[in-house]
């Protein structure tokens, strides 16, 4: 079956720590990933994607994203936080029709 | 920069009341999208829509849901005897394309409108 998980519901770091946010995916075929990020209040906005090629991508904010194939894993890293990144974020997988699996999201605190 | 608009932003309705959520994709976008959040959980998947039908729906997306696009840039969600366990937070979303098998596209989704039941 087709799945995306996020193990880690909340995760708190330091201002200007580094950050890794975790995704596994399960998926027949070649999956194409994204990492969307949603502020209180607000819709999801696009972080990255990962569709072939490059296995690790850059995206906006100063995130980057690994595939790893082997592992199942498309994680999510940030070398220095900072407060505004408070927010939650899903990973997602997307079908053949345009679907998108979500994962259940990880919330993100920064501490000052 | 072009953007998905929903409106209302919050809604809040007596059970058994029929709700229209709506939506206006970006304007060359062709596939349309509804999912749901019902509040703490993951996003959900209800239904995609493409050339004036349905594409796909979820299980999720029982008689009680329609969606059509009435004149050409709206898109909506109706929910006509609504539940308390429709409360969530619903986004549209639209893309050029409806998967990556047609190229590297992406959905760009709305800010969600916010259902609540009473």
């Known amino acids: 079956a087709q799945s995306v998980t996020q193990p880690d519901i909340h995760i708190t770091v330091s201002e200007g720590a580094s950050l890794e946010l975790r995704c596994n995916y399960s998926?027949?075929?070649?999956?194409?990933l994204f990492w969307y990020v949603q502020s209180p209040g607000q819709g999801l906005q696009l972080l990255l994607k990962?569709?072939?090629?490059?296995?690790l991508v850059q995206g906006i904010k100063g995130f980057e994203a690994e595939f790893k194939r082997s592992q199942s894993s498309f994680n999510l890293r940030k070398p220095s936080v900072h407060w505004s990144d408070a927010a939650e974020y899903f990973c997602?997988?997307?079908?053949?029709?345009?679907?998108?699996?979500f994962g259940q999201g990880t919330e993100l605190s920064v501490k000052p | 920069e072009p953007e998905v608009t929903q409106t209302p932003s919050h809604q809040v309705t007596q059970m058994g009341q029929e709700v229209i959520l709506r939506c206006v994709p970006i304007s060359n976008h062709l596939y349309f999208y509804w999912y749901r959040q019902i509040l703490g959980q993951k996003v959900e998947f209800l239904v995609s829509f493409y050339n004036n039908e349905i594409s796909e729906k979820s299980e999720i997306f029982d008689d009680q849901f329609s969606v059509e696009r009435p004149d050409g840039s709206n898109f909506t969600l109706k929910i006509r005897s609504t539940k308390l366990e429709d409360s969530a937070m619903y986004f549209c979303a639209s893309s050029i394309q409806p998967g990556p098998q047609a190229g590297n596209t992406e959905a760009f989704f709305g800010q969600g409108t916010r259902l609540t039941v009473v």
């Open positions: 990962y569709f072939s090629g490059d296995t």
């Open positions: 998926y027949g075929a070649t999956p194409y």
């Open positions: 997602a997988v997307v079908t053949l029709g345009g679907k998108l699996i």
